[in-house]
């Protein structure tokens, strides 16, 4: 008997402790939480962005082991029913912790991409038709991070990565294509006298020309082939 005391008193020094951290984990996420929503999106670097991805995962692993451990505290004769409707108080606080930091975890990677300097007009009307919203000024960029969560644009977050990959790309081939037309700006013909004639004129050697079309077209299928 006094062994199974022992146990029962180790198995409720851990239920406390993993209660402790559940609770002290959700204050402190509240507050960091606060702090983030307030930022202007402007200000969000890459430093930025990476310092809360980083605090997303730590907080995330800290709330898996909490939800973990504070299983071993589940009434196992309750009848799942019975569970479901009468859910305990810590059950809900893992599900309100997981869920806020889950939000901003997958915010996240929306922040990166729409802070892409690349992305034009065309793009953001794509943006806009993905998240089903018209009327916030998104290309502005005038706004806290906190206002574009409520956007709940986590939601589109692999559609929205890709427009702005693919604003990356359009500009990597307009700067291509602009280099061509600059090279055909500058290329003169070898214009001769035709037959001594000081008024006739005609294109003497084309081979300098023939070079530039063919390093054009090489380009040119590279960049289709892209």
Known sequence: ETVDAFGEVEVAKQLIEVRQKLWTSLRSWARSTAAWRAMPFASLDSVAIEDIGKACAAMAKTALQC??????????????S????????WELAVVRLKKIVWEFRDTMPVVEALGNELIEKIHWIEIKDIIGNHDFPLEEKNFTLGE???LDVARFQDKLVVVSI??????????????LKAKWDRLDF???N???SRDAFRIG?????QQEIDESMVSLNLLISS
């Open 67 to 80: 939800e973990r451990g504070m299983a071993q505290n589940l009434d196992e004769d309750q009848p799942p």
């Open 82 to 89: 019975e569970k479901a409707r009468h859910p305990e108080l």
């Open 148 to 150: 574009l969560i409520d």
């Open 166 to 179: 693919k604003a990356q790309q359009e500009k990597k081939i307009q700067t291509q294509l602009d280099g």
């Open 190 to 192: 070898d214009v001769i």
């Open 194 to 196: 035709h037959k001594g």
């Open 205 to 209: 050697s084309f081979e300098a020309v």
